[in-house]
């Protein structure tokens, strides 16, 4: 099997690894994300491809994008199985927030060929196949998803949610709950994408409570916050996440799109009480666990978060975790990964 991805997220070597249980799996790691390099690394991925593809019984890509050209091509041409591993990026535009890979037209058109060439697409969530974002936009329905940007594509689809390690993310023993903290965790660029401006309104709506974003360097804190009670904690391993999870009475994940929202799902085995936005998956990942945004609003925001920090939790941290058991394991993801693959 031949196994390709645009760079080594934790998400991508964890099906790396599940993959490598069933199959011999090889990789090309080129560094797709470098325009510089997009040239060579077509030319290197060619011939990588014209050695190994005969010898191939599948090839596996992760996200669409210029990495998954040529393997889907040659796929194809060899009659090779093919899957595209939908992560959200992927199947989305967002142009004025400068995200998602199809607002680009050449890359539109690349993941377009990609896609109709493939065997299967593997979204890691139905609202990657279409959705209907009523939270971005006041008035305005903003539609997203692969079958939204291309309605004629013929290509056999399947949804094989992600995973996660339930044994790892879980709440760290002799570790105090503060209550009322709160927690997020995206990085500089995701700024706007993932509501760092609702959660520095918010944190001036509370100064009592203490706002945490992992990802976020405190430079980039002191040049955004409007109250002394948020803090930007630059980039931290999943060690230390464990421990900002357990600590913290609350996560907020209030992106305006989201592919799965790993993060999310993480802080709920570690048992936050979930607040997150009414996009794409967050809701079922949430379920009756947690609070839900309607608007991408201050307002409802405060009143929310109001209602979260006076009400009984009524056990929410626990409801949380047994939430993410039920329906997001790593376990059920290799089960359905490897049974999509027809094996």
Known sequence: MLYFYPEAKAFVL????????????????????????????????????????????????????????????????????????????????????????????????????????????????????????????????????????????????????????????????????????????????????KGGNLIVALAKHYPKSIFKIAGVSQEFIDKHKESDNIFGLGFQPKESMRILYSESAFFLQLAISEGFGLALAEAMLCECIPIGSAVNIIPKIIGNSGYILAKNEVNPLVILVSEAKTKPNDNLGEKARMQIINHFSLENREENLIKALGD
């Open 14 to 193: 964890s099906d790396k690894a599940i993959l490598k249980t069933k199959y011999q799996v090889k990789s090309q790691v080129l560094p797709w994300f470098n325009k510089k390099y997009l040239f060579f690394n077509f030319i290197r991925q060619f011939f990588y491809l014209l050695w190994y593809i005969r010898k191939a019984d599948k090839v596996i890509v992760a996200f669409g994008g210029y990495w998954s050209y040529l393997p889907m091509y040659f796929a194809k041409k060899y009659n090779k199985e093919s899957y595209i591993i939908l992560h959200g990026t992927d199947t989305v535009s967002f142009p004025k927030l400068n995200y998602g890979l199809l607002r680009k037209p050449l890359l539109r058109y690349v993941i377009k060929k990609s896609y109709q060439w493939a065997t299967k697409l593997l979204p890691v969530s139905e609202s990657l196949i279409y959705t209907e974002n009523n939270y971005y936009l006041k008035r305005k329905v903003s539609k997203q998803g692969f079958l939204h940007h291309f309605p004629k594509l013929k290509t056999p689809f399947q949804v094989v949610y992600n995973g996660l390690d339930t044994e790892f993310w879980k709440p760290v023993p002799q570790t105090t709950r503060v209550a009322n903290q709160f927690l997020a965790a995206f990085t500089e660029s995701q700024w706007e994408l």
